[in-house]
């Protein structure tokens, strides 16, 4: 194989650009960009695929033309191999380098002048992946790049007359970034004259960058000129294409029209390599080499060129380790064992949780359960005085919304200063009279401003939308299944010396809070797109300031899927942990990215650029591991007296479950979770099943897992039954196949349906959408679809019994015979909010009834007969009023607000 490099070598005569080297080269910038997220906003199962898609064709386009050798497709193949692994990960840094892995390994097995112009491409995919890296974990250099990609919008939208706010995103600096790698590298490896070639090249990408963005300042308008589709009857077939093609242009605007730039600027490099003259390259056979080689062996070669030689070739690997480590590496916290969280009790809020016989939901009741799960001490306090203060590791401040005193903010202040951690978390802002947000007043002597506006989401709780650093509070969470619990909040306004922790790269800001309130809301012109900070941190004295722009990750609703993001968060500002983004780390691993680029730009070599993606691939993995871990939340229910039951549950999320990770949509979950609450428990989605989560919890439950439990975590949840706790299955007969050998382990099974060709087994017969008793009253509830579920325990508890022509089949079961108690119910969705709704409030009497008999030392409860119920409605009318009157006294002596 050839070795790929940019040196210039004896004349050749075949100077023009291979074919196959330009499609390669283009297809290797289409994957680095899609990779990126440069190319709009895309699913990242979709994502992948078209990265795949151009990687094919790159692949495709260099297989040798003949067998080839081993070491060729040893070299293609093992890229390739790396490549898959790379682009498993929802990491932009990770999918760029594994198109330049891929390129690198082209330019390595392809010879003379397609090796030089496919190394350059592996060069600008590496040089992306550089960029990605110091714009997600670098904050001054994500703040340098999105105040270009303003500066940038503002240019265009001037020169249009169509106003343009945009920030690095949409601003399209990555395709500004490769094209300059290209450019530079074209006029290098080109035969002169330049002069000319050199400006209308570059007027011609500067052209189609302003075209991009003309479009982009005008896809409002292109929005409403669209017809308005609407689906056609299903009699009528002949406009479906038009349909489905319409409302796809009104999807893609303006979310997609980056693809535009895409199409530009690949037309505009192929144009460059295809017209010009390439310098030519020399090809050695192995004879030549080997004489070469001999003749270099002999020669004396200085130290200094020795030396040089030594720093070319370890540099590159060297520095990205170290690069990595400096803005990657964070080492927090989330145990809050002897620190005290005291909380500002007023604001635009209530300290409720879910109770019994209330309809209050509440709003941040479950956040002092929370800290005291994590060891840590929660106090709220009335006026911010300074016995408070003097006692507080972290002040929280929700959503204030009444003026301030000087006094108290001076207090607020010079508790930051003295050392101390603030946790500021807003909502849209509201000014209706009775209140106002006040959260601006605390942050003025920082250089973060909650906007007076709506951070709107495209893709609905900003899932696969976020940009996510390198921090303590966020290292080892994705932005998959909303783990960091943002919704419909404020973005923010941010300066250097403050810093994102979170930005919403697919969303725009709605100006006001109409759109909270009322949930509609268009993207107009001139309102910011793409690249919203949610939540920042700037240093203040000795201590730390965090604003999250919206409080939902604090809810009692939303904190059974953010606790790992805010159990993070607490321990960073509680513990004062050292984090990536301090400006001594940032500097120096600034300056190591840059004489990173500078060793691979200086001296281009195909296996060096291989090697030191491999490299930095493999440190990058490592360091986001070792952070994880080292933050990972671990909340701890069991109780100081032995007495009291442990109130840790945990809902397995980690199995494909048959629950959207949306928790209010139909086949979500929130139902479930708000009975928990109300029967005491601190109910959490569980991010894995390890023995140390289990071993803190009291309950868990599992909803018909699609993924098969592992060996290790079956034994993990006999453990966890063994010492006590209660494990509560719900799943029907077409989803049992995967939790089968586990409910085996505790003598249950639940038989699958449907019995495939060749099977023996007896296929169930569904019992369907029936409604049952339980208790010794006649209350009812109903099953969503209900199957039999057969236990061989001799000591079981059949819950619910329904009997038909087959004898008596148990839909709810239970036994107690492995140390705890074990339960099955024989419906998918059983606990689906879609139940929940169909049953009209019977499904909440219902698993207080059944809660009471699984949860150890609780007194089993059953519910009043309906004739009960109505005798308590026909009460005379004076005790009525006399609990009217009571509930108005206890109302009023409240100094809480309702939250919306």
Known sequence: ????????????????????????????????????????????????????????????????????TFGVWATLSGATLLAVLLTSSTVPTLNVLAVAVVLAAIAVVQRGLSSRIVLLGALAAVVLALYRLACDDIPMVWLAADFKGYVFGRLVGGLVGRPLSVGATFGGLDFLLVMTVFYVGWLICTEPPRGARAIWAAVAILAC??????????????????????????????????????????????????????????????????????????????KQLKKLQEEKEKEEVPGAVLLADLVFRLGPPTLAVVAVVLVGLSLGRSDLTGKTVVAYEKGYLNWQKPQYDSSIDGSYGLLPMFVEALGGKFQRSKDLSEKDLAAADVLVLIHPDEPWSEATLQ??????????????????????????????????????????????????????????????????????????????????????????????????????????????SSYNAGEPLGDLPLAAEQSFGRGRVLVLGN???????????????????????????????????????????LGLIALLVIRPNGWQILLTSAVLSLTLVCVASVGAHASRVLPDGRPHDIVD?????????????????????????????????????????????????????????????????????????????????????????????????????????????????????????????????????DQQYRFYAAWPIQCNSGNVKPWSVWTDERGERPVIASHSDHGGTVVVIGDTHFASNENY????????????????????????????????????????????????????????????????
């Open 209 to 286: 960058h302003v075209v991009y963005l003309t479009v982009l300042a005008y896809s409002e308008t292109l929005l409403a000129a669209l017809p308005d589709m609407v689906l056609p009857p299903e009699s009528d077939t002949s406009n479906v294409g038009v349909w489905t093609v319409g409302n796809g242009l009104r999807m893609m605007l303006p979310w997609n029209v980056p693809l535009l730039a895409v199409a530009l600027q690949v037309a505009v490099l192929v144009t460059m390599f295809h017209s010009a003259t390439w310098k030519p390259v020399i090809e050695l056979d192995e």
């Open 1 to 68: 194989m050839a070795s790929a490099t940019l040196s210039n070598n004896v004349p050749n005569p075949r100077t023009a650009a291979p074919v196959d080297a330009l499609v390669i080269v283009a297809a290797g910038a289409v994957a680095a960009w899609l990779a990126a997220g440069s190319t709009g906003l895309l699913g990242h199962g979709l994502q992948h695929a078209l990265t795949w898609l151009a990687l094919a064709v790159a692949l495709i386009a260099a297989c040798p033309k003949n067998r080839g």
């Open 411 to 520: 207090r607020i202040w010079d508790y930051v200063r003295r050392g101390g951690s603030l946790l500021l978390a807003a909502d849209p802002m509201v000014s209706d009279g009775r209140s106002r947000s006040s959260f601006n007043d605390v942050l003025q002597p920082t250089s973060i401003r909650v906007r007076r506006d709506t951070a709107v989401t495209r893709t609905g709780s900003w899932e696969q939308s976020y940009q996510v650093p390198a921090h303590p509070a966020t290292v080892g969470l994705d932005d998959m299944k909303n783990r960091f619990g943002i919704e419909l909040g404020s973005s923010l306004r941010v300066r250097w010396p403050a810093k994102p922790l979170l930005v919403g790269r697919w969303g725009w800001s709605d100006p006001g809070s109409d759109a909270a309130l009322t949930g509609a």
């Open 551 to 593: 409080a939902s990750p604090l809810r009692n609703e939303m904190l059974a899927n953010s606790y790992p993001f805010v159990g993070r968060l607490l321990g960073h500002l509680a513990n004062s942990s050292s984090d990536p983004q301090a400006v001594w780390r940032e500097l120096l691993g600034l300056l190591a990215l």
């Open 645 to 777: 039951p442990n109130k840790l549950a945990y809902v397995d999320a980690t199995h494909l479950e048959a629950f959207s990770s949306d928790l209010w949509t139909p086949h979500g979950v929130a139902g479930l979770l708000k009975s928990l609450m109300r029967h005491g428990y601190l109910p959490l989605l569980a991010t894995d099943l390890s023995l140390e989560r289990l071993q803190r919890a009291g309950l868990l439950i599992s909803i018909a897992p699609a993924r098969e439990f592992t060996g290790p975590q079956r034994a993990a949840i006999a453990s966890f039954v063994g010492a006590g706790g209660t494990f509560l299955a719900i799943v029907g007969a077409e989803e049992s196949r995967p939790i089968g050998p586990l409910l085996a382990d505790f003598d249950f099974a639940v038989p699958h349906s449907p019995v495939p060709p060749g099977d023996v087994a007896e296929e169930p017969s569904p019992l369907g959408a029936k409604y049952s008793g339980f208790g010794e009253g």
């Open 837 to 900: 709704d169909m049953n009209q409030g019977a499904m909440v009497t219902f698993w207080r009834w059944l809660l009471s008999r699984v949860t150890p030392g609780q007194e089993p409860w059953s519910p009043p007969s309906t004739a009960d119920a109505a005798s308590k409605k026909s009460a005379p009318a004076q005790n009525d009023d006399a609990s009217k009157k009571a509930a108005k006294a206890d109302a009023s002596k409240s100094p809480e607000k309702s939250d919306p």
